[in-house]
């Protein structure tokens, strides 16, 4: 089955600088990779996916490359604010006949003012 | 759309009990997810309904874990008898037919078995 690797576990970046948190994959046959941002005590709520027919997606100050050959995925997340203190998810799922996610373990980002 | 509605929210109940978990899919979406997250082990995949019907339950930890999808629209985790390791918080996510849809998460119930 899939395995997704999530590094780091924490990121501390000051307010304003860039966030990148990193993924990896096991499964080639992956073709589809969301990120999901869970603020304490609440739902992981999706901000950005990407698909594997591309390489980099773009929404306003987030950003996730995907690179097929090696098998990673980033999401990048610019001019950080406080408000983006969370927890953020990656995950991948496989073309195959399965069809759930496998999540990564997780980045604590803290943005500091 | 009102989203997915879990319920309860929080549950706190005694080790031996009956727990019950309730979830309501967005409506029109085909497939149902019931997700467990701790510190430990983060958010795993316990079971999956594909048009009310268990595809995958794998990840289910044990046999005092059960899930039921009656219907379109509803959707329970059982745990019988509950024990203390059993708490957590448990996440119902649904989505639509097409695999490239994005996976909705409800807010959630926080169990706690003391």
């Known amino acids: 089955g899939e395995n997704v690797e999530q590094h780091p576990s924490t990121l501390s970046v000051q307010e304003g600088d860039s966030a990148v948190i990193k993924c990896t994959y096991s499964?080639?046959?992956?073709?589809?990779f969301p990120w999901y941002k869970q603020e304490l005590g609440k739902r992981p709520q999706l901000i950005i996916d990407?698909?594997?027919?591309?390489g980099e997606k773009k929404d306003q100050r987030i950003a996730v490359t995907l690179n097929k050959t090696a098998k990673h995925f980033s999401l990048h997340i610019t001019e950080t604010q406080p408000e983006d203190s969370a927890v953020y998810f990656c995950?991948?799922?496989?073309?195959?006949?399965?069809?759930?996610?496998?999540f990564g373990s997780g980045t604590q980002l803290t943005v500091l003012p | 759309d009102a989203g997915v509605i879990q319920s309860p929210r929080h549950e706190v109940t005694e080790m031996g009990q009956e727990v019950t978990l309730r979830c309501k899919p967005i409506?029109?979406?085909?497939?149902l997810f019931w997700y467990r997250q701790t510190m430990m082990r983060g958010l795993e995949l316990l079971i999956y309904f594909n048009n009310n019907v268990p595809i995958d339950d794998s990840g289910m930890p044990e046999d005092r874990f059960s899930a039921k999808m009656p219907n379109a629209s509803f959707s329970t985790l059982k745990i019988q008898p509950s024990e203390p390791r059993d708490s957590a918080v448990y996440f119902c996510?649904?989505?639509?037919?097409?695999?490239?849809?994005?996976?909705?998460f409800g807010d959630g119930t926080r169990l706690s078995i003391l």
């Open positions: 995950a991948a799922r496989s073309s195959g006949s399965a069809r759930q996610l496998t």
């Open positions: 409506s029109g979406h085909d497939y």
């Open positions: 996510a649904s989505r639509g037919r097409d695999s490239n849809q994005p996976q909705h």
């Open positions: 499964d080639s046959a992956s073709n589809y």
């Open positions: 990407i698909r594997s027919n591309v």
